[in-house]
């Protein structure tokens, strides 16, 4: 006999309870919610305490009108308690209640044979039915009989009745073929009364109404459809499928009448849906309605209005879903998904992730519920709104409320779920968020710049008509045919780094002016694009390490990386903030070098250095720096436009924020700096030898008036300033402060609290005053000094100018190459001043385009300092991790041919990251010195003052194409004077001859090992290094000619000698390969290739060099490729005037009659006779490009040339350098 439990009884179950473990029934009032006022919404079942008014919600599989608002029995349930003092509910089948506790007979079945009786008599009275697709008389009630083809979902307004519809078809859903189009009308219940037929009908099952009446209803697209009315003269009764068929061949009115037209029902056409069946086997986010059918397939419940996530489905439920749209979930391009994969384990199937979607048509029938109770786990995080207030459960209700409130499509769902699993899993989940509001806005941020990117529409789904009726149009929330879903990615670091490094490509850019004539000494660097075209971003930090370089990190790992902006003042304040990065480049360079431990065997170190370059455009902060709470910034108004004429004296308080004053401390000074020049992060020691790192920002610091200290409480420690003298900051590792490093950029404005704090200032060794303050992390805090008010909370400054005119420092200037190549031509307030050891005073600041890149080699040094630095690289990112070991850069101007060169000692300070080739950088505090072959010219020297920042990764269109680039073209002969063998002076501008091949002089290809510079022949090196690259070498020394005169011109690298040659790319395969079967192959003007490096004589005997370079290279010799070069006319040569550093002692006595007339002498070698004698100097040409021009644009030149005053053409003749061709770097493992 089991005992009896009330709603009471069930209470006192705090873990929740089953039929089978209480050996119990459950009776209590059963009714259904119909009001407003109550406090469960309406449409909940609830089972009723009558004596107490205690009541718990029901989860039932469909509710008889019979049940509702009478005392029920239930003998099987599951009383569940999801936690301890949260809601609780009741689980049961209608088949499982009854009247009475000894009855024999579920209620339903009671129930279901009391209604066949009006039916029956209905039948033998041979009442006239209709069926849906009939045109009907017009009448004032209507009989019906049909099949339930779909249920809308209980619609309910505040103030108005509730309401919901049922389609009905007139064919058999279940023995119908699958997409059969069939024909539905409309029933619809409207008012609070009629909520209890809510769960009434069962999609499938035949019902027969009786007495209908007919409404017009109006959606909001001003649709009218007329619909069958439910009210309280009609009845409604299940019927058997038998019946039903009865029906139809016998009841049935004619077809032939019908309503006028303005009351015609609206026949609805569909097509016979698909249903699933099985079992619910993993509840993965119950807030969002996301379960796990059958271990495989995902089901959304989440636009399905009837579903409760209060009363969520458990595992080993089993259900029938009807409607259901099945789709296929990918991530972007087959990335890492946050969604699936982590936060809801989903399962992929080899087309994808498997899901069935529910819209507004949707239904889930439960056929089975579990035999427990406590069988509750969920994957994602649970939520229970009651006991859940941790940071986790206000951000998930954040983003449901979000998503309810923008009524998202199931795509938008997806987009905006994986938008939240990837910013919780990368940054809540490692506690790098720990606020909601910053959470909140880097969530907002990324979902509008993602719907931005997709185009997203605005939501139209919520009208009970559209989203209903016209389902079998278009599905509003899943969308027509959308049956493949992809979703943005927002892919880890690990993952974009194993996927790049896949891609990684030798970065060769065929830029003109430079070349390769040191191969062996270049910095190899390989490059990696991430897709510009995907839909997903990449979601990180940026953090500053304690070694002030700059990281992008996330959960799984962390990469170097360099912000790249045309000003540095754009890249100030990003550390510490959340970023969502659109695209990027990802570089390595190979900083490998010989090991010489070993002085019997060479041994190359490996040594790479990886890091991402990213341009500021395309990264989007994503938290905001606004804090409610607390003071976070100040603003001056005029900041951006402040008045370069007049001296800023300092600032003072416009506007305090209302109520926060108190909040400032005001113990100390708050001074505004400006920075005006910054140094690199330096490696320094301590007393003890120890490391620090340390950086110097360089200042104009102001007083701000009106906060701090009051003067009767100002220390003597208070620093007066008014912007005129430069003072320089410290940011160092020792104080903490090195995380500030990026922020201070040249440009940029702060201010700065507690500098006044005893020992800030750094001790003079001199008598002179110092200007040097310390920044520490622990006394001082940092503000940013902004142009605009971007909160409440910004402290509103006052600027104060004096009436002093101010100059602008020319050393303040960044200056194109072009500015400083001509020496006589220098920029106004630039001089060229020299100090004691002959270096120019003034540091200066240039951009340009990095074309040359590449190792120096200094004196051999000793095995432990080589050790200390390769440590110092691999740990601190300091040198390029070999002592003695410099770089040479040269920087071209962006639109022209004219460079600088730059020496670069790099030994205490970072490498210098994003500095390759094709990049636009900016170099601050070069020295200069004049070169020791010209007065003319300068060299730069860079050292641990000189700071790099990098403009541009990548080259434009512009610079690669050299577009305008004005080069006068020259004659030869223009170079001497009409006075015999006297050149003219030169200010070794670059120029450009109209010419062609006379001669080949010399011409040396071989290939070289990069690590002990030897031959490389048929891969073997002759150094026998192992595992060393090598590189391809070329050189030519070639006799041009334009008519006017003979040129000897230089030419190194395998880029300018090749397209000397105009080779095809087969034939440089071909030569290359024949080359490296010989390791070297010379050619001089006599003809013939000449094979230097066979030492076997035997095969020096069968060496046959025209039938070996014919059968390499295609039927042709080396010998034929450069007479073809000869043979193929003229070209343009552009290039600098050699000239020779060192002037001959004249040892003969005709010495003045030589050096009068310029002469050069050389010997004739006769049968070993020696003639002396001397001829006209020649013009050395070094080649820097070399272009192939338009026939008949080079005719008209050359005749406007032809008026030229002292061989110089006018603007005029001056043309723009054609685009460059591309020439692959050729660099290969022995």
């Given at each position: 006999m089991f005992k009896k439990l009330c709603v009471n009884d069930l209470k006192n179950y705090p873990y929740g309870s089953t039929h089978r473990q209480a050996k119990a029934i459950v009776a209590g009032f059963l009714t259904v919610v119909k009001t407003e006022a109550h406090n469960y919404p309406r449409g909940t079942v609830l089972l009723l305490e009558k004596t107490t008014n205690n009541a718990i919600p029901c989860l039932v599989n469909r509710l008889h009108t019979h049940a509702v608002n009478a005392i029920v029995y239930i003998k099987r349930w599951n009383f569940v308690n999801l936690q301890e003092g949260a809601e609780c509910h009741l689980e049961f089948r209608m088949e499982d209640v009854y009247v009475d506790e000894e009855c024999k007979k579920s209620l339903l079945k009671v129930a279901l044979r009391e209604e066949m009786f009006p039916f029956n008599q209905s039948v033998r009275r041979e009442h006239q039915y209709y069926t849906p697709g009939d045109q009907l008389r017009s009448r004032q009630s209507v009989s019906m009989a049909g099949i339930v083809y779909a249920v809308s979902t209980l619609y309910v307004q505040p103030g108005e009745a509730a309401m919901f519809l049922v389609q009905m078809t007139s064919s058999n859903i279940q023995t119908t073929d699958i997409g059969t189009e069939l024909t539905a009308i409309n029933v619809?219940?409207?008012?609070?009364?009629?909520?209890?037929?809510?769960?009434?009908?069962?999609?499938?099952?035949?019902?027969?109404?009786?007495?209908?009446?007919?409404?017009?209803?109006?959606?909001?697209?001003?649709?009218?459809?007329?619909?069958?009315?439910?009210?309280?003269?009609?009845?409604?009764?299940?019927?058997?499928?038998?019946?039903?068929?009865?029906?139809?061949?016998?009841?049935?009115?004619?077809?032939?009448?019908?309503?006028?037209?303005?009351?015609?029902?609206?026949?609805?056409?569909?097509?016979?849906?698909?249903?699933?069946?099985?079992?619910?086997?993993?509840?993965?986010?119950?807030?969002?309605?996301?379960?796990?059918?059958?271990?495989?397939?995902?089901?959304?419940?989440?636009?399905?209005?009837?579903?409760?996530?209060?009363?969520?489905?458990?595992?080993?439920?089993?259900?029938?879903?009807?409607h259901f749209h099945a789709v296929i979930v990918n991530p972007e391009d087959g990335e890492t998904s946050y969604l699936l994969q982590h936060v809801w384990q989903a399962n992929k199937a080899d087309e994808g992730y498997l899901a069935l979607a529910a819209c507004m048509q949707s239904h889930v029938e439960v056929l089975k519920f579990p035999k427990n109770h406590n069988v509750f786990e969920e994957t994602a995080r649970p939520f229970f709104l009651a006991h859940n207030t941790d940071l986790g459960s206000q951000i998930k209700l954040s983003v449901y409320t979000d998503i309810i409130r923008r009524k998202s499509t199931f795509q938008q769902l997806l987009r905006q779920l994986e938008i939240y699993a990837a910013l919780t899993v990368k940054f809540v989940d490692t506690q790098i968020v720990k606020g909601f509001d910053g959470f909140q806005h880097a969530y907002n941020t990324v979902r509008d710049q993602v719907f931005a990117a997709t185009q997203t529409p605005v939501m139209r789904a919520g009208d009970m008509i559209n989203d209903f009726v016209l389902h079998d149009t278009v599905c509003l929330l899943v969308g027509k045919g959308n049956f493949h879903i992809v979703i943005d990615a927002y892919p880890s670091l690990d993952k974009i780094q194993a996927n790049l490094k896949t891609k990684l490509e030798d970065h060769n850019l065929d830029l003109a002016g430079g070349n390769t004539m040191f191969e062996t000494e270049h910095v190899l660097t390989q490059k990696a694009d991430y897709d510009q075209t995907a839909d997903y971003y990449i979601l990180g930090m940026l953090q500053v390490a304690r070694d002030g370089r700059l990281y992008l990190v996330d959960n799984t790992s962390r990469v170097l990386l360099v912000l790249a902006a045309p000003s540095s003042s754009g890249i100030s304040a990003r550390a510490g903030e959340i970023c969502m990065v659109q695209r990027l480049h990802m570089f390595t360079e190979d900083l490998a070098f010989v090991d010489n431990l070993d002085p019997e065997w060479i041994k190359r170190k490996d040594l790479r250095l990886t890091y991402f370059v990213c341009q500021e455009s395309d990264l989007l902060l994503l938290l905001d720096s606004d804090n409610a709470n607390d003071i976070t910034a100040f603003y001056l108004s005029d900041l951006e436009h402040a008045p370069l004429t007049r001296k800023l004296d300092k600032l003072s308080v416009a506007r305090l924020p209302a109520g926060d004053s108190n909040c400032l401390p005001i113990e100390h000074q708050y001074l505004a700096v400006h920075v005006v020049n910054r140094f690199p992060v330096e490696v320094c020691f301590t007393a003890n030898g120890s490391i620090y790192l340390e950086c110097r920002v360089i200042v104009k610091m102001y007083e701000i008036s009106g906060l701090g200290p009051t003067t009767a409480s100002s220390s003597a420690d208070d620093i007066a300033t008014d912007g005129s003298k430069n003072y320089a900051l410290v940011l160092t590792s020792l104080k903490n402060s090195l995380q500030w490093q990026l922020d201070f950029q040249v440009g940029s404005y702060w201010v700065i609290y507690g500098l006044d704090t005893p020992d800030t200032f750094i001790k003079s060794t001199t008598n002179t005053p110092s200007f040097a303050l310390t920044v520490d992390a622990d006394k001082h805090t940092i503000y940013p000094l902004l142009s605009s008010a971007y909160s409440a909370n910004t402290i509103q400054l006052t600027p104060h100018y004096s009436q002093d005119k101010i100059e602008q420092d020319p050393q303040s200037l960044i200056y194109n190459v072009s500015q400083l190549t001509n020496i006589r031509q220098l920029p106004p307030g630039i001089t060229t001043a020299r100090t004691q050891q002959h270096f120019c005073e003034q540091l200066l600041h240039v951009q340009g385009v990095v074309i040359i890149k590449r190792f120096m080699e200094g004196f051999p040094s000793h095995n432990i300092l080589d050790k200390h630095a390769y440590k110092l690289h691999n740990q601190l990112g300091i040198s390029t991790g070999k002592t003695n070991r410099k770089l040479f850069i040269q920087l071209r101007q962006p639109d022209s041919l004219q460079v600088i060169s730059i020496y670069m000692d790099v030994h205490k300070i970072h490498y210098p990251m994003g500095l390759v080739i094709g990049a636009t950088v900016t170099f601050r505090n070069l020295i200069r010195k004049n070169k020791l072959t010209s007065k003319e010219e300068f060299f730069f020297l860079a050292n641990s003052a000189t700071c790099i920042h990098v403009n541009n990764p990548v080259p434009s269109s512009d610079v690669v194409s050299m577009v305008p680039a004005l080069i006068h073209t020259r004659l030869i002969s223009s170079f001497l004077d009409t006075v015999i063998g006297r050149q003219k002076d030169s200010d070794r501008q670059i120029f450009r001859l109209f010419c062609y091949i006379h001669s080949i002089i010399n011409l040396a290809l071989k290939w070289e090992c990069r690590d002990c510079g030897s031959i490389v022949r048929n891969g073997d090196c002759y150094g026998m290094c192992q595992g060393a690259s090598r590189v391809f070498s070329v050189h030519a020394f070639v006799l041009v000619s334009d008519g006017t005169g003979n040129a000897t011109a230089g030419i190194d690298g395998e880029r300018l000698v090749f397209r000397l040659l105009q080779l095809s790319s087969n034939q440089i395969e071909a030569l290359k390969n024949l080359v490296l079967n010989y390791g070297q192959l010379t050619y001089g003007g006599w003809g013939g290739g000449k094979v230097t490096t066979m030492d076997d004589e035997e095969e020096k005997t069968r060496y046959d060099p025209e039938n070996e370079q014919r059968s390499a290279m295609h039927g042709y010799t080396l010998e034929d490729l450069c007479n073809n070069a000869k043979r193929a006319g003229q070209f343009y040569l552009y290039g600098q005037e050699q000239t020779s550093g060192k002037k001959r002692a004249s040892d003969e006595p005709d010495g003045d009659l030589i050096k009068e007339f310029q002469l050069r002498r050389f010997k004739i070698s006769d049968n070993g006779s020696l003639l002396k004698t001397a001829e006209l100097s020649k013009l050395r040409v070094k080649v820097i490009e070399i272009t192939f021009p338009d026939t008949r644009t080079t005719v008209y030149e050359m005749l406007d040339s032809l008026d030229q005053n002292d061989g110089i053409p006018p603007e005029s003749a001056s043309a723009s350098l054609p685009t460059s061709i591309e020439v692959a770097d050729f660099d290969y493992t022995v």
């Open positions: 619809l219940f409207r008012g609070n009364d009629w909520i209890e037929y809510y769960r009434y009908f069962q999609i499938g099952g035949a019902f027969a109404f009786q007495n209908l009446g007919v409404e017009t209803i109006h959606s909001t697209d001003r649709h009218e459809f007329h619909v069958l009315r439910f009210d309280t003269s009609t009845n409604v009764q299940p019927i058997a499928y038998t019946q039903y068929q009865h029906i139809c061949n016998n009841l049935t009115g004619s077809r032939n009448s019908g309503l006028s037209s303005k009351q015609q029902l609206t026949l609805i056409h569909v097509h016979k849906h698909k249903t699933y069946t099985g079992t619910i086997t993993r509840i993965i986010d119950s807030m969002f309605g996301i379960y796990e059918l059958d271990h495989k397939i995902i089901v959304s419940l989440f636009h399905l209005f009837s579903y409760a996530a209060d009363m969520p489905y458990r595992v080993d439920t089993q259900v029938r879903l009807h």
